[in-house]
């Protein structure tokens, strides 16, 4: 399929910008990874190294006024939605200053006003909220909005997940799922998650349209989810994105992945989406290796300042914390 | 007269008049109006803001919270409150967290009817204030009375954090009154539901009312018990129930809800934590047994607390 | 459908066996109905008028041995796998000699040391425990045992079913879900509750068989229900059972069901399958009218003597009762 | 040296090889070992009984109460506590009321990786057993050291009903012992973890440990005091915990759950009841904030209790 993707070229311009994303998502994640190793992030370090092509698709596809909730593996994704460098390394440091101020951490970081929801990590939790999101644009009249949320292999399996298509193909929502098969969640492999041949085969019992992206292809994954974002926004209810593709990494930074067929590695699912896109720019002549070795030195330059401005910051004081869950006026409550 | 039920229809309809933010989700509330007929009439006095569910609560709820974060002020209800903790995780997980990982607030009202009836059996009669409560980012109305009912729900909408609105199914038709009121307490304030001198009766719900009847059976013993009605268990109002024990020196917490960890046990623990030296004997509890709800009518008589049961506790109480 | 169903004769003993117990069910039904008019039940009656061909179908092709965990309107089935006209009406009055004296009751039934589990309420809940069940039976090396359950469509929208079922189709077990499509949960239309063109689409997302039953007719739900019982009893893995069919009664007696389309009422899938067996067995001439009244005045003695006797019987006296939810000798726990 | 999480897998590996009616079922815990390596091995020692499950906690749940009706004594683990929401329906409908409704009990064990460390954020923290122990049917354990957490383990499986094994994260790797134990105090006695005269500290799981630090810095101020470490929450052992207030006056309860209705709510309410003339100063609490757990790690320790906490609480109490 990829080689479908490669003949009808993509747009340049688009493809270009996905992959300086993808590039500094790489980059970012590489940054994320050594702070972990060297004891500064605390929890854990997930990185969505190898499916970057796949989730810069959903970020790059959707506008302004859209809503996306990200997953664990979308940094790229994220950052073509408008997250910054910035405010991953804060949210990962625990910056007063990031998004969520200490609060919460790491991949659970979103900017919900701006559309841009925040993840919680029980999988499958987003795409009834995202549903819920799009009944809201509904409800104000508001058209041609799209809401597009990730997913794993593993996700699959939640009843969240089913609930959540279920009720948005019933309400007919310009919602678009987009599940990374990256073949394994976490240690578990396809074979002991689902019995189906195909997790399209999932579509049909929703009622609701399926699309294969090969997930190494950077251009088959900017047209097929694209083509779903479209199919979404102009009326065609619900899509649900299958992106093959392999994590080329731990399911976090504690993890060697030891468990991964070799088999896999070395086939066409394992290759570097990354790499592949960087020789098809080369091919043509859309970059040359000097460029892109630039952009590569551009992008370390910004996380690396960023990450060392990030643990200049103060950390959130906890005299400081009000230590309130809810927004009500204390006044109101004598004591809660 | 106007039942506790139709007080919930009333600040449902007022709810929609008033409000284009709020709109309705849940399972046969449409058309049908409900499975206790809360909504009846609503789908069509206001078109497409009244919507059939699927069977699906953990959806509905998640629903509700993205609908909540755009800016909407859903209200959805759960057919009964035990099949809610099918959508526990979204409770708890997503729309308690959010404001306070995120900054934006939930205003979601989940409805739970709530509470034992006759032959409604394990499943159709649970309590599950306590459950709730014990999760921070959470509002836990109980109301009491027809009057609270109304207006602690028009408040519930109003209040910028995920409520959940447990109302007494025993309450729907039973409970009458003469009108809705206009001018009501906040729906944090407990409520001084009954004058008194000798012990205090902490309670709320269904319960208020067993409490109130135990309270008269026991004015032929010459006891004056006051009876204080909780309104809402999370905010939980301290100061209201310390007052009254200041009067009388001893507390009652009577509650349907199971013993464990419940709204009886919280009352109590603030109470000797922060009132120690105004208790004149040990703080009592009366939960239902700590077994499931059971289907036989008598059983079931037997295993929540009634107005006898409590009037008896009250005179050992009292005896202590 | 029927009619491949009508041409394809099915065995006269099992045709009549089934009817036997549809007939059993449906007037069961009609005495509790009339006893929760007469007050004499509490909480609710919910029936399965209507649906007792697809419903005995399942519990007259299972075993002693098997696994069934019926749900709301499964008398007709529940009476073929065994339980007695004496317990239901035990359990719907509460009855101390019931098997849930008066703990539970109605539907809430079952005796699970025989194979025959009680649901809980929660839709969807008995799929797993059922997939459970199946992998004891697979631990204690025993082979050729199935179990069933039974599920409404309202019931699909679950994620226990979702997460059941997919459990299930991954461990290959002999399970067989029958979901009765009654055109309503409670009174909520199929189209507010699914966008799948069929509820069979969804068998190929869990990779199982999918097999369609024709809800009013007796002999095509025995073929039907037969072979799916069949095929997973000899290693097919789980089955996916569709009956059409309509409830031709409210969701419970207190439902009038005044939301129910009178297209469908007139419609094929609105026929009563147990008028449409007694004109088989007599077109048939495997009975005559005369006889099948005799069998009517039969049941209607036995469950008239029955439901007299259970009336009789004591209720449970709350002051026997030990009031224990955990079966851990009172001695170990000084107060729990 | 044994860690508090090599006991766990030794207890494992003991059921296996004991019980062949034990199995193990939940995500990741194959070949792979489970996410903390609780299982490490056990699929190769064990082939067929240790097996990895879909990301689906309902259906895991589901299957170990299925399991468990035919006669199996299934372990399922929970990849972390804060999942066990995902298969909440199960738990406490299904697999709690069982015996109750049905006289077959429901021995099913459901590993609770639980409780706070640094940087794990609301949704890796949290400390459920309040949650668990308000509902009838359920035995909720929280075993504080390495010794309990074996025994524990083994004895859960024993137990005919369900259990909600808690089992202390920040323990796993931190906390050693000489050895496993082999005579061991029975799952539902409370141990006296400490002696001493001048006030009582009840408490559970992680919270032992800062709770004896923090006894040991008050013997500086001339200080004995006594703790006690419940072990299992549900049910409660009131009795010994009303025998050390009775050599004390005094207690405090710390718990690492969020206070309304916590443990620790429990116990002051059962202590007051029970043992109100025992008492010299009010009975005091103390839980972690009631907020979602903080991602931050200074945030975090600044939500649970610490030793320094406790101390100054107990400072406090002493005061009175
Ligand atoms: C409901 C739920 N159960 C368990 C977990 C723990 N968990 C976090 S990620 C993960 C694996 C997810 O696999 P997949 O969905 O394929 O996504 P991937 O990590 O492969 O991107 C698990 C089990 C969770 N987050 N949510
Ligand atoms: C999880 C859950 N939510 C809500 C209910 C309340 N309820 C009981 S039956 C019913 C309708 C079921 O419809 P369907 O599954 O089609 O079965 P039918 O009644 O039509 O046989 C509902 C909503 C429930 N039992 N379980
Ligand atoms: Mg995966
Ligand atoms: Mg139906």
């Known amino acids: 399929m990829s080689s479908v993707g490669a003949r009808l070229s993509p747009k340049r311009g688009q493809y270009l910008r996905a992959y300086r994303f993808m590039l500094l998502a790489r980059v970012a994640e590489e940054k994320l990874a050594s702070l972990y190793r060297a004891g500064l992030i605390k929890g854990g370090v997930f990185l969505g190294r190898g499916q970057e092509a796949l989730s810069v698709s959903v970020g790059l596809n959707l506008r302004k006024g859209d809503i996306f909730a990200p997953l664990i593996r979308d940094q790229a994704g994220r950052m073509a939605f408008g997250d910054s460098v910035l405010d991953t390394f804060r949210t990962y440091l625990g910056s007063q200053l990031g998004s969520m101020r200490g609060r919460d951490g790491n991949i659970h970081r979103g900017r919900p006003r701006e559309g841009y929801y925040a993840m919680i990590s029980h999988l499958g939790a987003m795409i009834p909220a995202v549903a819920g999101g799009l009944m809201a644009r509904r409800f104000r009249g508001e058209t041609g909005v799209v809401g597009a949320t990730c997913l794993g292999d593993g996700g699959t399996s939640t009843g969240a997940f089913h609930e959540g298509l279920n009720v948005a193909a019933v309400e007919k929502l310009p919602l678009v799922v987009v599940v990374a098969n990256n073949q394994y969640a976490y240690s578990t492999p396809n074979d002991r998650q689902f019995a189906c041949k195909d997790l399209l085969d999932k579509a049909a019992g929703y009622g609701i349209a399926g699309h294969r992206a090969d997930g ?90 960023t990450a060392a401005r990030v643990q200049r910051e103060a950390s959130p004081d906890p005299a400081e914390e009000d230590w309130r869950a809810v927004s009500i006026p204390s006044g109101d409550l004598a004591r809660v | 007269m106007i039942t506790y039920l139709e007080a919930i229809r009333s600040a449902l309809a007022k709810l929609l008049a008033d409000d284009p933010r709020v709109f309705l989700y849940g399972q046969d509330i449409g058309s049908f109006g409900g499975a206790f007929k809360a909504t009846k009439n609503l789908a069509r006095e206001f078109p497409g803001r009244v919507l059939d569910s699927p069977l699906s609560e953990d959806a509905i709820i998640g629903v509700a919270i993205g609908a909540a974060i755009e800016g909407m002020r859903p209200i959805v209800e759960m057919q009964f409150a035990d099949f809610s903790v099918c959508g526990f995780n979204q409770i708890v997980n997503h729309a308690a967290t959010l404001y306070y990982r995120t900054e934006v607030p939930c205003p979601i009202v989940v409805r739970l009817p709530s509470g034992g009836t006759p032959g409604s059996g394990p499943f159709h009669s649970q309590s599950m204030e306590a459950i709730y409560a014990h999760y921070p980012g959470l509002v836990v109305m109980t109301p009491g009375t027809v ?22 199914k025993f309450l729907y038709n039973h409970l009458k009154a003469e009108r809705l009121p206009d001018l009501v307490a906040p729906a944090f304030k407990a409520r001084l539901a009954r004058q008194g001198r000798d012990a205090t009766i902490v309670t709320y719900g269904a319960m208020l009312h067993e409490s109130l ?48 960890g419940g709204v009886a046990a919280e009352v109590v623990a603030r109470v000797t934590a922060e009132g120690f030296d105004l208790l004149d004997a040990p703080p009592q509890r009366l939960n239902a047994r700590d077994t499931p709800v059971p289907y036989h009518p008598d059983l079931w008589a037997a295993h929540r607390p009634t107005a006898s049961a409590i009037a008896s506790a009250m005179q050992r109480l009292l005896e202590m």
């Open chain 2, 213 to 260: 009847a135990a309270a008269q059976e026991l004015v032929a013993d010459g006891y004056e018990i006051e009876v204080v009605d909780l309104r809402t268990v999370k905010p939980l109002d301290t100061d209201t129930v310390l007052a009254s024990v200041a009067r009388t020196g001893r507390i009652l917490c009577v509650s349907e809800a199971w013993p464990w």
């Open chain 2, 147 to 168: 009057e609270d009912v109304y207006s602690m729900l028009v408040e519930a909408v109003a209040i910028d954090d995920p409520v959940l609105f447990c109302e007494h």
């Open chain 1, 216 to 305: 190494t292809d950077l251009a088959d994954c900017l047209r097929i989810v694209g083509a779903a974002i479209e199919a979404a926004r102009s009326g065609g209810g619900p899509q649900f994105v299958v992106g093959d593709l392999l994590r080329l990494v731990g399911h976090g930074e504690h993890d060697d992945a030891g468990y991964v067929d070799p088999g896999l590695k070395s086939a066409h699912v394992g290759r570097d989406c990354l790499k592949v896109s960087e020789e098809f720019l080369i091919e043509k002549n859309w970059a040359s290796a000097e460029q892109i070795a630039g952009w590569r030195t551009e992008a370390k330059r910004e996380v690396d300042t």
